[in-house]
C-alpha cells in the first residue's frame, strides 16, 4: 500500500524552499525518532531513496 503525498513549495523573494511530508503511520513503521539525520539519493528522476544514517556515538561526547 503506498501513501500519496504532495510536494510544497515555499517561495521567498530570495529562495525556494521544497518539503515532502512523511506520513505518521510511515514514520511509526520505520519507528523514525524527532531530529534523526536522513540522507536523501536520487536513483532517477521517478526514485529517491531515503537512508538513515548512523546515529553518532554517544561516548565521549557528554558534557559534565
Known amino acids: ?20 511530508n512523511l506520513p505518521a503511520a510511515v514514520a511509526a513503521a520505520m519507528d523514525f525518532q524527532k531530529g534523526e539525520t536522513v540522507e536523501w539519493t536520487i536513483q532517477d528522476r521517478q526514485h529517491l531513496l531515503l537512508k538513515r544514517r548512523p546515529a ?6 557528554r558534557k559534565r
Open 1 to 20: 500500500m503506498g501513501y500519496p503525498t504532495k510536494v510544497q513549495l515555499i517561495q521567498r523573494k530570495e529562495s525556494q524552499q521544497w518539503y515532502v
Open 56 to 61: 553518532p556515538s554517544s561516548q565521549g561526547s
